[in-house]
Every structure is written in structure tokens, then in C-alpha cells.
């Protein structure tokens, strides 16, 4: 069973960046295509990322492309969230999850097995 923990979040102002981390164990991490997502207050989780195992292919929700980066250390079996041009709309609990999918074409959140308990961002001045 593999477990993720996630970190890196906190309070911030608009602008500002931050870079989110999953720490994964339990299993391995190598073998998962990995992502983040993220649920708003009162909003259904959204897709916001995903890698493939060699981070060769990468997988971003439209609004993220340009700000967000996902990326992985396998040596470290961790996972990353580099964050820009935070605004306050990006204001929500962020959680990494992981299966072992072919590709990082499915951004359900059905798709995920394994998933972290999440990380605070809050974006306000």
C-alpha cells in the first residue's frame, strides 16, 4: 500500500510562488503515474497535473499551463507542485494521488487509487 504525504503549503499573497512536495512510501513510487489536485471550499476535487513515471510526458489542466509545474525525483520518491502567479481563485486544499496508469491522459479523480490527505494554499493579501 502506498502512502503519500504531502507538504509545502501555507498562506501567501497574490503573486507570489510556492512549491508544493509528496512524499511517497509503502510502495513503488517509480512505477506510479503521479498528479495533483485540488478542491476549493465547496467545490468537487479538480484535476490540476499529472507525470508519467519517466517524466516524460506531463499533463496540465488548461488554466494551469504556464504557472504550474509538476515534476518528479524517483531517487527521492517525491513529487512536486511549482506554483506562480498564485491568485486567490488558486485558494484550495491540494492533494497528490498516484496509480499505475498507462499515460497521463485520464484526469478523473476515479483514476487515482492512492491519494495524500492534502495541503492548505491559501492566496490572500
Known amino acids: 500500500q502506498v502512502q503519500l504525504v504531502e507538504s509545502g503549503g501555507g498562506l501567501v499573497q497574490p503573486g507570489d510562488s510556492l512549491r508544493l512536495s509528496c512524499a511517497a512510501s509503502?510502495?513503488?513510487?517509480?512505477?506510479?503515474?503521479m498528479a495533483w489536485f485540488r478542491q476549493a471550499p465547496g467545490k468537487g476535487r479538480r484535476f490540476v497535473a499529472s507525470?508519467?513515471?519517466?517524466?516524460?510526458?506531463?499533463t496540465y489542466a488548461e488554466s494551469m499551463k504556464g504557472r504550474f509545474t509538476i515534476s518528479r525525483d524517483n531517487a527521492k520518491n517525491t513529487l512536486y507542485l511549482q506554483m506562480g502567479s498564485l491568485q486567490p481563485e488558486d485558494t484550495a486544499a491540494y492533494y497528490c494521488?498516484?496509480?499505475?496508469?498507462?499515460?497521463?491522459?485520464?484526469?478523473?479523480?476515479?483514476?487515482?487509487?492512492?491519494w495524500g490527505q492534502g495541503t492548505q494554499v491559501t492566496v490572500s493579501s
Open positions: 494521488a498516484g496509480d499505475t496508469l498507462a499515460d497521463t491522459t485520464d484526469t478523473g479523480v476515479g483514476a487515482y487509487a492512492f
Open positions: 507525470i508519467s513515471r519517466r517524466s516524460n510526458e506531463r
Open positions: 509503502g510502495g513503488t513510487f517509480s512505477s506510479l503515474t
